[in-house]
Structure formats: C-alpha cells, structure tokens
C-alpha cells in the first residue's frame, strides 16, 4: 500500500531507490527483472507452510524439490535434487538417487539427511499443506523410520498407503518436496521450531535465487545463485512489488517501469494489445469452473436434468462474451496443460436437445430451485446465463449470491440446490482432482467428508470410486493414464458436475523480455528462464 499511495509522484526506480540499494535507472536495468502483481497473499515463505500463489511461485523459484517440472515440458516429472530413482518390486518403497555436487546458498552440500529431515520437517511443523505427505501414511511418530538417509546421497521413501510410488512423486514435486539446508535451518532454531520462525522470511535452499529480502506488502528482492545447476540466471535479481491495483501495475508496464503486470483485467489486456513496447502473454492456469447439483434435490437428481444441463450451457456464448481471455471451453475435472488431462469437448449449447430430456423427466409447471455461487464476476454472470437458460426448459431459478465466507460452508453443508464453483489442484497429479470428484467411500451425512465434492453434493460416485483408489495404488504410468481418461469420462456423462470452464492467465510483457514461462500451478513461474534483449 505504502508504494502504491507514491505512484503517482514516483517512477519504479525512485521508489527501489527508497527501500533498496539498487541505483535509480530511467528503465528497468538489464540484469533485473522486475515485476508488478498485488502480494497481499504473502504470509510466509517456508516451503513447509506456503500455500499461496505468490509464496508458492517465490519458493519454488528459491528451492531445489526432490522432484519436479522443468519449463521445457511442464508435463514430464523429472528430478530435481535427484537424479535417478527406483521402485522396490512391491512398489512400497522408492529409493532417491542425488546428483552429485549440489550445494546450498550458504555453500553447505545438498545432502541425503537434508532431504529425510525436509520432509520429516513438513510433517512435524503439520501446517496446511502438510496433508499432501500424510496421503503417503506419514505421522510425526514414524516420518524419520518412513524416510531416511541410507548414505550421503541416497534417500529411503517408505510408501505406507495403499498409493503408487508414480503418485508418490508427483507428490514430492509439489512445494513441500523442497529441499532445505539442515545444518543452516538447525542453527536458526529456537525452542525446537526447526527454524519455523526464521524460514518465514529467510531462505535456505539450493535453487536458481536466493532470498535477498522481503517487506511484507512492499517488495520481495531474489538475488542470483550463481552456482545453480542449470547455470546462473541471466537475471541477477528479481524484484517483486506490491502494487494491488491493476491500474497502477498497466500505468507501471507502459511506462517501462515494471517489466510485467501480473494481474490485469481482461479490458486492460485488450487495451494494450497494439502498444509499443508491450506484448501479452496467456497460459492455461488449474481452476476449473463448474455447475454442481445437490443429488438430495428431487428435482437435480432426475439424470435426464443432469444431462440436460450439460446441453443448457452455453459455452461459446459465455467465452466469446465476458469470459473472453479468461476461460476457455473444458469439459473434465482435470485441467489441461497437465499430465492426463482429457481435452475432449463432447457438449455443445443445444436447447433443442436439453428441452427434451427436461420433458422425460415430468417436472412440475412450477419446478423451482435456487443457484449458489460468489458475489464476483465472472461467477454471478454464468449464474445469470444459466438461470436465463433454464426458465426456457420450464425450470425457475433464483440466484442467490454470497461471498465466500458464506458460501463454502454452505456447500460443505448441502444446504443448496445448484451451484456454480471452482477448483483447483493442490498438487500436480490427477488424483488431486479425482479424489473431489470421484471418490467418495462414505455418502452419508455423519461421515463429513466435506473435502470431497462427491460428498458435497450427495453422490456417493458408485465404482468411481474403487477406479479412483486403483489409480492412485497402478504403478505402471501408461495403466494410470488410462485409468484417468476413464474416470474423467465416466465424470463427465455422468455425474452431478457439469465441468464448463478452465482458467487462462494473461499477463503483460514488455516486448524486450523473453523467456517468462509460466505453467498451470503456481509454482510453475520460472524466472531463471528470463532474458533481457
């Protein structure tokens, strides 16, 4: 807040100058990348607690994970601080190969124990994004038997789930597979918090930057490492501000006072395409929007009301309209741009069709239901449109609109009839997805399992979720493929969830920068990757 009050009488340089020691330059200076996005969801960057975008794309910029995506292909698992691995003939049990010389910022090796005591530490700490480890089986009282060091670069991983050890790893290249520097961490304990205190807001890892400094709603500062095992980045740092209005970050960018705008509205984007100096550049992102119908309703749960629904939306109309640059047309619980994802797209707009599977289900004259959904755009206009095109089958709907405060426990307590929502993976492997929307062992209300969107809307997902479990426990990678088209299709004919759209990110760029890739999850932003013309 403070940089964005000085905007108006402060270039970016004027204002680095105030907080930092980086020289005043006319433009961005050559070795730096500089960018504007609104960093109020910043409120650590432990690899262990980070569960924001912004934490999450600063952390895995400054950390080696066990394993991970590299920007050449942001569908092929590969290793990261590892550098081979093998699976035991019953598949419990993966054994982690490192490369060979790697060494932390502070100059100490990456080591075997740094790895067993970083992923002990995830589940020691137990903050949020600790679950992605106890789907492994992993406690507090068996994490350091579960993983440990057999030599200085050999790592056991004990699998104590019924999971494969292919999910395994993708789990392990999700944010909390960072590796940190134990000895380094260990001598900024206090009272045995395994350096959870320090590692909010220091770093101590082995990736391509380091963390130079971070002002909490002001600038977070990387410098170089320039021993990274990719070589070192052709940016020597990279300087993050905090300016939350998207009319500040396009005023920064056509200015050249910033190098990218991370979060513009799609009019903004439309307004620059053409400037000089500027490029826009979109990706697929993760969110996958979708209509959702309580299966406690007599009137949803009719299957000819279901399918009629996937008929009812129009598609092409909402992208074409006021989701354009911001959705595309996705049908399956899985979004694409990652691996195994179904890009088939076998519904179309078709009031004809919907209209006649409406008339098999015998409806009242006075069907009545109510849709949920959030008190934002785009959210309450394809509310609207769905509701327009649901009074022409005969069915009246009224839109009620909350933030989410209100709205997510209201789902979490089956109190609505249809709802339009969103979802995300937590990490990068389609049982992430899968387990919300095919799984669901227990449908009854005592059960609580609010986590699962098949519980959330009374569907308890019949063999889905038997197919769901032996996904996550096939160990061959071309059967697991398999495994997801199906689910993905059987979700998609038939289920309570109408899968609509998939995010797109857009970002501004000026037009010397090269190299920005970004992915589907947030921690997919590369910065190592920049160059300057």
Do not use: C
């Amino acid at each position: 807040m403070k940089f964005n009050h000085s905007i108006k009488g402060l270039s970016l340089a004027a204002a680095l100058l105030a907080s930092t020691a980086i020289p005043v330059f006319a433009d961005t200076p050559g070795d730096t990348f500089v960018i504007a996005r609104n960093t109020a969801d910043v409120i650590t960057l432990d690899p262990a607690e980070t569960f924001e975008f912004t934490g999450g794309r600063v952390v895995a910029n400054i950390y080696e994970r066990v394993m991970m995506f590299e920007p050449d292909d942001l569908t092929k698992l590969v290793g990261g601080a590892t550098d081979s691995y093998s699976f035991s003939e019953d598949g419990k049990t993966i054994t982690l190969k490192l490369r060979e010389g790697m060494t932390f910022h502070s100059g100490n090796p990456v080591t075997a124990a740094d790895v067993a005591y970083s992923l002990g530490r995830v589940i020691k700490l137990n903050k949020t994004p600790s679950f992605i480890f106890k789907q492994i089986g992993w406690t507090e009282e068996n994490v350091d038997e579960a993983v440990k060091a057999l030599d200085e670069l050999t790592v056991e991983v004990n699998i104590l789930a019924d999971l494969s050890p292919a999910l395994v790893l993708n789990l392990l290249s999700a944010n909390v597979g960072s590796v940190v520097d134990m000895k380094l961490v260990q001598e900024n304990e206090v009272d045995g918090d395994m350096g959870y205190g320090w590692l909010k807001d220091h770093s101590a890892g082995s990736g391509p930057f380091m963390l130079k400094s971070w002002k909490a709603n002001e600038l977070i500062m990387l410098e170089a490492n320039p021993n990274d095992r990719h070589g070192a980045p052709a940016m020597k740092r990279v300087v993050i501000r905090h300016v939350p209005e998207a009319s500040a970050q396009r005023l920064l960018l056509e200015k050249g006072d910033v190098d990218a705008a991370m979060d513009l509205t799609t009019d903004q984007i439309k307004g620059l395409k053409g400037k000089e100096g500027v490029d826009i550049d979109t990706y697929p992102q993760g969110t996958v929007m979708y209509l959702a119908t309580n299966m406690e309703n007599p009137i949803l749960s009719d299957p000819n009301v279901s399918q009629a629904l996937r008929h009812i939306v129009d598609y092409d109309g909402m992208v074409s309209s006021f989701l354009d640059g911001q959705y595309k047309t996705h049908q399956s619980f899985w979004p694409t741009g990652m691996w195994a994802a179904s890009a088939e797209i076998p519904f179309a707009h078709d009031m004809a069709k919907a209209k006649e599977l409406v008339a098999k289900a015998n409806l009242a004259p006075d069907a009545k239901i109510t849709i949920d959904t959030l008190n934002q755009s785009p959210f309450k206009e394809v509310a609207q449109s769905v509701q327009a095109k649901l009074s022409e089958v005969g069915i009246n709907a009224e839109i009620v609109l909350s933030d989410g405060a209100t709205l997510w426990p209201k789902y979490r307590a089956r109190k609505h009839d249809l709802i339009v929502a969103y979802w995300g993976p937590d990490y990068s492997d389609p049982h992430s997805n899968a387990d919300a929307f095919a799984h669901n062992p227990d449908n009854s209300f005592d059960a609580q399992l609010t986590g699962k969107l098949t519980w959330r809307n009374a569907w308890d997902a019949g063999n889905l979720t038997a197919l769901t479990d032996a996904a996550a426990a096939e160990s061959d990678p071309e059967k697991r493929y398999e495994i997801y088209q199906e689910l993905q299709k059987h979700v998609r004919e038939d289920s309570p969830f109408t899968v609509m759209f998939q995010g797109i990110g857009q970002l501004g760029r000026r037009d010397n920068v090269d190299g920005f890739i970004n992915g589907v999850t947030s921690d997919q932003g590369f910065y190592r990757t920049v160059v300057k013309n």
